[in-house]
Structure formats: C-alpha cells, structure tokens
Antibody, heavy 117, light 112 residues
C-alpha cells in the first residue's frame, strides 16, 4: 500500500523560509511524477508544483514561481518543497500527491504551514 | 488557466436516492494521446482528498460501482446511483491536462 508522510510544517514568520518533506513507501518512487497541493482553511485545494520522475522537469503555479522549489531524492524516496519569502496567504495544509490524475493518485495526510508574526 | 465550474455547490440527498454533480471546463480536456484528463475527488471530513474517478470515467481502485463518471470535451458529470451515509463530504473535479492543474469550487454532499 502506498504511504506518503509529509513533515516540516509549522509556525513561521512572514518573509522566512520552510522546507517540507514527503517520505514515500509502497511504490517505485522513481517511476512517478509527484506534486504538492495546498488547501487553506475553509478553501478548496490549489495545485502548487510538480516534478517528473528524474527531477529534470518542474512546473509551478504562478504564486509559487520564484519563491518555491520542488525537488526529489530518488535514492531516499523523498520529495521536498523549499518555500522562501513566505506570506500570510501561504498558510495552508500542504499535501504531497503521487501520480496526480492518474490511476495511482494518492495524497498524504498533509502538513500545516502557518505564516504569522 | 483552465477554469473549472461545478454545480450545484451543495446537495442534500436521502440515502438510497441518486445524486449528480456537473463540472464544466473553459477548454477541452482532451489530451493529444486521446485521453480526457478529468478527475474527481472526494474529501471526507478529517481526511485527505482521495481519488474517485480518473480519465473521466475510470473508477479508482476500491471505489464502489455506485460512482460513475462521464462526459467529454468541456462537460462532465459525476453520478452516485444510490447515495450512502459514507458518501458525505466535498466533491471536487480537477483538470490534469495542463499546469496549473485546477479544481472546481467543490460540491458539499449532505445526507437528509
């Protein structure tokens, strides 16, 4: 069974940085695209970024472009999201998602990021 | 960006009765490989969203056959043949054709 476990969330001041991680198991990690999706309190999901199987292709939502960086370590079955210059509006639960919109689409339990002074 | 519009935004259904949710996209979701990249998720309270339907009409593993997806181009529908209590939650459509992937506003299903 596929398991995705996010970590690294927490309370951070505006303008600071945070690095999220997602540990994956139960699948051939290096065979899949991975995504980050966020959901602000009381709002719907919003796609953030994606990365291809070998890390050579990345795409970002406009709000993430230039501030966020998605990466992966296929040797450690781990996905990362580096977030810089954080703003209050980045407050959300961040989900790691594998094979989004595909047959093996799975979401982690999410990690809460709160940006506040 | 592709805009996804769901309707209705809320549903109250008697157990055993059918339910239907519509989702419209501002451009065709037909991929050059012939697949149509429409996805449906259910977000139950206290859980993460999980996949119901992928590529318009394919049920995800473990999803009961009372759920079905249909549509083409820009118009799509999720149907539940006989609603059960466990079906409560928020249903989202999402397009996976191009980045940024975009979601509908969500349809909240409640049981009468």
């Amino acid at each position: 069974e596929v398991h995705l476990v996010e970590a690294g969330g927490g309370l951070v001041q505006p303008g600071r940085s945070l690095r999220l991680s997602c540990a994956a198991s139960g699948l051939s990690f290096s065979n899949y695209w991975f995504h980050w999706v966020r959901q602000a309190p009381g709002k719907g999901p919003v796609w953030v970024a994606r990365i291809n199987e070998d890390g050579g292709i990345t795409n970002y939502a406009d709000f993430a472009q230039g501030r966020f960086s998605i990466s992966r370590d296929n040797a450690r079955n781990t996905l990362h999201l580096e977030m810089n210059s954080l703003r209050a509006e980045d407050t959300a639960v961040y989900f790691c998602v594998v094979d989004m919109s595909g047959a093996r689409d799975r979401w982690g339990q999410g990690t809460l990021v709160t940006v506040s002074s | 960006d592709i805009v996804m519009t769901q309707s209705p935004l809320s549903l109250s259904v008697t157990p055993g009765e059918p339910a239907s949710i519509s989702c419209k996209s501002t451009q065709s979701l037909l991929h050059s490989n012939g697949n149509t990249r429409m996805t449906w998720y259910l977000h139950r309270p206290g859980q993460s969203p999980h996949l119901l339907i992928y590529l318009t009409s394919n049920r995800a593993s473990g999803v009961p056959d009372r759920f079905s997806g249909s549509g083409s181009g820009t118009d799509f529908t999720l149907k539940i043949s006989k609603v059960e209590a466990e079906d409560v939650g928020i249903y989202y459509c999402m397009q996976g054709l191009q980045t940024p992937y975009t979601f509908g506003q969500g349809t909240k299903l409640e049981i009468k």
